[in-house]
């Protein structure tokens, strides 16, 4: 028995297993511990799987060696490795990050709670990327979904609760959408494995309900996104939840539904529904422009540091849904590269939130001033993460926009329109990145600061995470060739 | 004729806008929730609803009947791991309800809003 075939079930059978361990111990300490050795094991996994798929090799595993389409199949291609690099790497650095900033958030005494709530939606997100069905899908989602509202409740504002109750509410909608949706296709197929169901749609001979499931699964899975205008649950949710969880979720929960949202699409309804890419592109373009140009506008005049973050993530998610809208090649390799380079970019921002945070309880922009001279290395940190947010070169955040405009601009006429909106909102970037340089760097406090450095470990991670935003800025092979090869790969499928 | 012929999916899609109409419309946080369950008990109709073979029963091998019609027993498996997500679901959003209470005195999201503010 060679462990290497069962990686595939070990990234999610492992936060699985140590959860009810964290339930029982005892001391808060040991919980971390253990949670940060069991998140940083399923990112060697991760490792693991993207050079087993690097190395041409798609991983296919079957859940008590019942074969498909029987029994329960896992999956790994290029697609579900990038989106498993994302998850593991950022729940590991928001672990490491945990260490510092969350006693102050979170009593010591439910902090064992917190980290099995954590391992439950670092397992539920990572069961939905190697999942092969689309039942399994849904239930991963909701573990993941329900874990991460218990997440966003242990913030220590009160305004996290409502936050989350709304987050509650869109989030079951959501996935009540996929449910119908589903149910639809199993009606007509008879089937749930994504691979077997792709061959039996060819054989349906009424498409109106696949259509229509088409519809439910699209508009369910965009309002887990967040894709505008299904945002709504989006910013507070993230404005209120504990620092340390806005690294993780921000950094790949609206990404994981829209690797859930491309697989359906381009596995199953691109190549066998009639004319079903030029509604997917009518249908999806409009809204990604406005969420660019909105949500971009809305980040410039929002006073909170961590909302004006999560409407930026709105927009970042436009420019995702952008390039997926082109259903071409370039744009679909651009899309796979900037939800990769985002989920870096925003995550080393809200890292670097998180140590700000340790002095700076209040993070309305105008009580962060002088923060910039008593916090010099994390204002660095996030100087340099914010100008890859805003695709500055030399930063990966630079790499995606760059293939991003490529793809629009062969599209003609209509693509010098797309560019600029692109162009516009990498500007809007910029403002409001130097708003907040602005309020941190030249503004006169108050009242003196008393702030200090942060701790070094939280700083060391903190620095990694933005590191890895020049290193793959300067050398972009790793995620250029898994998105290239995922993208080939969702294309392959439309005839 | 063939209309009536879908009687349960027509009670699916009427119960799943009544459910979703009280999750858009009410104010106070429990009834949307109800609206939810609502929303979600639609949804295990419509598969309970596919499985049904006519003439079918409980899908048990029996000894010596080789011509029994079976429902079929997937969906119901489905649905009731659907179920226990809608019932967890419900209890943390009841939970969070609770929460909620307690911090702001209230259940009626206008007064929650209107509390949040000034701030």
């Given amino acids: ?495 | 004729m063939e209309l009536l012929g879908y009687y349960n999916y027509w009670v699916f899609a009427i119960v799943l806008m009544i459910g979703f109409y009280a999750v858009i419309v009410s104010n106070n946080l429990i009834k949307k929730l109800l609206g939810l369950a609502i929303f979600q008990s639609a949804v295990f109709l419509m598969y309970i609803t596919m499985d049904k073979v006519e003439g079918g029963t409980a899908p048990i091998i029996q000894a010596g009947v080789t011509d029994q019609i079976y429902s079929n027993p997937l969906p119901q498996v489905l649905i009731l791991t659907a179920i226990v997500v809608g019932v967890s679901t419900t209890a943390l959003g009841l939970a969070i309800v609770v929460r909620i209470k307690e911090a702001y005195g209230t259940i009626e999201e206008d007064e929650i809003l209107a509390q949040d503010r000034p701030s």
């Fill in chain 1, 1 to 495: 028995m060679n462990p290497n075939d069962h990686l595939a079930a070990l990234q999610v059978v492992i936060p699985l297993l140590a959860t009810p361990l964290v339930v029982l111990l005892r001391s808060h300490r040991l919980a971390w511990a253990t949670t940060t050795l069991t998140s940083l094991m399923a990112f060697i996994i991760a490792i693991a799987l993207t050079m087993g798929v690097m190395s041409g090799h798609d991983y296919q595993y079957f859940m008590g060696s019942w074969p498909a389409p029987y029994g329960i199949e896992l999956r790994v291609d290029a697609l579900s490795a990038l989106i498993l690099l994302i998850i593991t790497g950022a729940s590991t650095f928001a672990l490491f990050a945990a260490y510092h900033s969350i006693d102050d958030q979170i009593g010591s005494h439910r902090q064992p709670l917190f980290y099995a709530a954590w391992l439950l939606a670092l397992a539920g997100l990572s069961g939905i990327a190697v999942a092969g069905d689309a039942f399994n899908i849904f239930v991963f989602m909701e573990i993941s979904s329900l874990a991460s509202y218990v997440l966003v409740a242990g913030g220590p504002d009160k305004r996290a609760l409502p936050a989350v109750y709304k987050y509650l509410i869109f989030g079951t909608v959501g996935a009540t959408f996929y449910l119908i949706g589903v149910g639809l296709i199993y009606m007509m197929t008879g089937t749930l494995n994504l691979a077997d169901m792709a061959v039996r749609i060819q054989e349906v001979s009424d498409q109106n309900p696949v259509l229509v499931a088409a519809g439910f699964i699209t508009v369910g899975l965009a309002l887990k996104a967040a894709v505008f205008p299904l945002h709504i649950w989006l910013p507070n949710a993230y404005t209120f939840a504990p620092h340390v969880v806005t690294v993780f979720l921000a950094a790949c929960a609206t990404k994981v539904a829209l690797y859930v949202l491309l697989r359906f699409d381009f596995f199953v309804f691109q190549p066998n529904l009639s004319g079903h890419e030029f509604q997917f592109a009518y249908f999806l373009m409009p809204l990604a422009i406005l969420a660019i140009l909105i949500a971009s506008a809305v980040a410039m005049f929002e006073k909170n540091l961590k909302r004006l973050l999560a409407w930026s993530s709105i927009a970042q998610i436009g420019y995702i849904m952008l390039g997926v809208s082109l259903v071409d090649m370039a744009g679909l390799t651009a899309s796979i590269l900037h939800i990769f380079n985002h989920a870096i970019a925003k995550g080393s921002l809200f890292l670097a939130v998180a140590c700000l945070a340790l002095h700076f309880r209040d993070l309305n922009l105008t009580k962060i001033a002088g923060s910039a001279r008593a916090m010099p290395w994390t204002m660095a940190a996030f100087v340099i993460a914010g100008l890859s947010l805003i695709g500055v070169p030399g930063t990966a955040g630079f790499i995606s926009k760059w293939y991003l405009i490529t793809a629009v601009l062969s599209m003609g006429i209509a693509g010098i329109a797309l560019a600029a909106v692109i162009v516009i909102g990498s500007l809007m970037a910029v403002v409001y990145v130097w708003r907040i340089v602005e309020h941190a760097y030249f503004q006169v406090p108050e009242n003196p600061v008393s702030a200090r450095e942060a701790p070094l470990g939280i700083l060391t991670v903190t620095w990694i995470a933005v590191l890895a935003n020049l290193y793959f800025g300067l050398n972009p092979d790793l995620p250029v060739a898994l998105s290239t090869s995922a993208a080939s790969t969702l294309i392959g499928y439309i005839p």
